[in-house]
């Protein structure tokens, strides 16, 4: 049980108050987008403007705070929202849905010279690149963290996550793009082109190499050109690209950042968890809490008392289904007590499951409540 | 209805979360329980089909777990190595092209390789004979991974003849798609749960499969139901006790929203939808997934 008071109740209003960033990360379904936006309204409610991206969030919830799929550009939680829902926020709140591929070309057009920016834009590598592959859209996410950061001013950002399969490809993203840009690698692979020229940008000859030759017996001679055109093409972006992307990793690690792990209960799912928190914390991001979200409660002794003195069969309809609460509370605090073994000393969260869909700014708030502590799950 | 019986590849599809690795295991049982030799696909994911059945990790090798029943959980490392030593033939030109630093670094780029490798080796497997040429397997299950949408790892052979002109890779590719879209040979398995997104996600995914992947869903799974327990009346009785009211209503929304689940499932992908109800245990395991299975018996067929 982890009551209010008890040690790890206050971590994350400390880390609302004080860091500028908090970045919400875990597997695909657990709640991340709604302990992203409970998050942030709760910082707005206690006077630090905010700002949440979120990712692909529910079609309700994206509606409830007015939150529209274009633009991906914030907005602010209009007046209305808040009172309708008899809240009053002392900082505003601001949201905003990451659109994925725009930020991609965004990106692109700020930073290739003009002629090179359509070519990278036909290319199919480049559609490929921005829409899938893996630790691309973890690396958008950051991206645009980095920028929000750098030019908006908000006192406070918490960031949502793409579901990400692998803890890894999240940590991997910015290295995988700057070894995208790596100067070393692309400088061997494109002297040959480099060296012909303008011709060599639209003619551009793998040369002979050994391992090439043998590279193409797999893909094919024109697939690699094909990339190797799209290589080259980036390569025109100028340094100031790598230098954001290096920007991106440092800020992960920054003191002004924090990592919530969100997870679910259940005690056949904590691997995932377990094995998320072990690389955060052997990256140096060991998160600052991990929320334990949608704990099922127990029903309680006088519960059992009261459907004794039913009629049947109505006794018996009622006692089964207390038993089968009473069950998924107990499978529910068996994961929890696993996990708290292997998270050894980051403090646990516990939210609790709630009746309905947490869709609405009064949901958030409530669901705040158990974030930061005012309110505990009792087991 | 004739049952997966009939197909040699059995796709189980769905998000995340919603039961796929257990209607997988539990699918996969049912196949080898009807005396069919049967080989169960995990890709790339934390490994858990092998669990569910009360078996120790099987990792990259296709091991057996029991009568009829092999395993296993495909790493791409794996799989893109057994792919280039199928192309390139030799161990030692494998090391000198895949562990040269700038190739690895290329590779990485080409969009959905390792997809590919992965899913090129599930069908290598569906393939497989023995040495009288009968199959090798008479059933391959394949645990489909849910990273972002579903439908991206079955879309890979086809994305692939988008991007990548014609060659060894595009070849590859096509022949690949042509084994996913054999209706006589691939079934689609869609798991869901009874909730409105899920169900909203089984949708776009099954006429995703049908547009995109050109497969034709063949059975909804709906696990996790809760069978309808109170009378409105009933409800009404409990109402002034809090706790057992509150317990009561959660129940039965829970069976409203099954009822529900099932209709829009049936109206909307036009398929048969197979019910799983909820089990409540404190662990999930064998036992659980021989109930699955017990469930499911009509959607596999005749039973041994
Ligand atoms: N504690 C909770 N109780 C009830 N429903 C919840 C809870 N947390 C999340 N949900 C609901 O579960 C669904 C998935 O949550 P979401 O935050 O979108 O997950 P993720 O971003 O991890 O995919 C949403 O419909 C959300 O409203
Ligand atoms: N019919 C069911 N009743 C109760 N719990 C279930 C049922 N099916 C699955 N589960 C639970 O859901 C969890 C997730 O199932 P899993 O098959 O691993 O999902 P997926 O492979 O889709 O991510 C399991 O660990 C199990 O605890
Ligand atoms: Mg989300
Ligand atoms: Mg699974």
């Given at each position: ?17 004080a860091r ?7 597997a ?48 602010r939680?209009?007046d ?18 990451l ?13 290739a ?15 490929a ?69 303008k ?5 551009f000859?793998?040369g ?12 094919g ?6 990339l190797?055109n ?15 992307a ?18 679910g ?8 968890a377990?094995?998320f ?16 979200n ?33 069950t998924?509370a ?8 696993e ?41 | ?73 495909m ?46 080796k ?6 497989e ?5 009968q ?46 879209v ?12 009874p ?38 009346g ?33 109206s ?25 299975a ?9 039973w041994?």
């Amino acid at each position: 049980m982890s009551g209010a008071g008890e040690p790890g109740s206050g971590v994350l209003a400390r880390a609302l108050a004080a860091r500028r960033v908090v970045v919400c990360v875990g597997a695909g379904g657990v709640g991340k987008t709604t302990v992203s936006a409970s998050l942030a309204l709760e910082a707005a409610l206690k006077g630090r403007e905010s700002l949440v991206c979120t990712i692909d969030p529910a079609k309700r919830l994206a509606n409830a705070l007015g939150l529209s799929a274009l633009g991906n550009v914030e907005a602010r939680i209009p007046d209305p929202v808040w009172s309708d829902a008899g809240l009053t926020p002392r900082a505003p709140l601001h949201a905003m849905m990451l659109d994925m591929k725009r930020t991609w070309d965004e990106l692109i057009a700020r930073y290739a010279p003009a002629d090179v920016r359509e070519r990278i834009f036909a290319n199919r590598f480049y559609q490929a690149l921005s829409s899938a592959l893996a630790g691309s859209q973890e690396y958008i996410a950051m991206e645009k963290l980095w920028e929000l950061r750098s030019s908006r001013g908000y006192p406070l950002i918490v960031l949502d996550t793409p579901p990400t399969a692998h803890a890894l490809d999240f940590l991997d993203a910015p290295n995988r793009v700057l070894d995208f840009l790596d100067n070393d690698a692309a400088r061997w692979l494109l002297t040959p082109a480099l060296r012909a020229g303008k011709m060599g940008l639209k003619f551009f000859n793998l040369g002979g190499s050994f391992v090439m030759k043998q590279l193409s017996r797999l893909t094919g001679t024109e697939t690699l050109q094909e990339l190797a055109n799209f290589m080259l093409a980036m390569s025109a972006l100028n340094e100031d690209f790598r230098e954001r992307a290096r920007a991106v990793k440092a800020l992960l690690r920054d003191t002004q950042t924090a990592f919530v792990l969100v997870t679910g209960a259940a005690v056949d799912r904590q691997d995932e968890a377990i094995h998320f928190h072990s690389i955060l914390t052997a990256n140096g991001m060991a998160p600052v809490a991990v929320v334990v979200n949608r704990v099922h409660t127990a029903p309680t002794a006088e519960d059992f008392d009261r459907a004794r003195a039913l009629p049947s069969p109505l006794q018996e309809k009622v006692l089964r289904t207390l038993e089968e609460r009473a069950t998924l509370a107990a499978r529910d605090a068996l994961g929890i007590a696993e996990l708290q073994r292997q998270v050894g000393n980051t403090p646990l969260v516990q939210v609790p499951r709630f009746e309905q869909d947490v869709h609405d700014v009064r949901a958030l708030a409530e669901t705040a409540r158990y974030l930061v502590g005012e309110a505990s799950v009792s087991v | 209805m004739a049952g997966l019986l009939d197909r040699r590849l059995w796709v189980v599809t769905g998000k995340g979360g919603v039961g796929k690795s257990t209607v997988s295991a539990a699918l996969a049982l049912a196949s080898a329980r009807a005396g069919r030799r049967t080989l169960v696909c995990e890709v790339n994911t934390q490994e858990r089909v092998s669990r569910f059945l009360g078996h120790p990790p099987v990792g990259p090798e296709v091991s057996r777990l029991e009568e009829n029943l092999w395993a296993v959980d495909m790493r791409p490392q794996e799989a893109m190595r057994e792919y280039a030593l199928m192309t390139l033939r030799f161990e030692a030109l494998y090391k000198a092209v895949f562990e040269n630093r700038v190739i690895r670094y290329f590779l990485r780029f080409i969009p959905s390789l390792q997809e590919l490798v992965l899913l090129g080796k599930v069908l290598w497997h569906v393939r497989e004979t023995r040495a009288d040429g009968q199959p090798a397997w008479d059933t391959v299950v394949l645990d489909a991974p849910a990273t972002g949408h579903a439908i991206s790892f079955l879309r890979v052979p086809q994305v692939l003849l988008d991007t990548v002109p014609p060659g060894p890779l595009h070849k590859e590719a096509r022949a690949m798609r042509d084994l996913l879209v054999d209706p006589g040979l691939t079934a689609a398995v869609l798991v869901s749960l009874p909730e409105e997104l899920p169900v909203n996600e089984t949708l776009e995914l099954a006429e995703a499969l049908r547009g995109q992947v050109r497969v034709q869903p063949t059975a909804v799974v709906l696990n996790a139901t809760s069978p309808l327990r109170f009378e409105e009346g009933e409800l009404r009785t409990l109402a002034p006790v809090p706790g057992l009211s509150d317990a009561a209503r959660e129940q039965h929304a829970g069976a409203l929203r099954s009822r529900e689940a099932r209709a829009r499932l049936e109206s909307g992908v036009g398929v048969p939808v197979h019910e799983v109800p909820r089990l409540f245990s404190e662990r999930f395991g064998r036992a659980q997934v021989e109930a699955v299975a017990g469930h499911l018996a009509a959607l596999v067929g005749r039973w041994a």
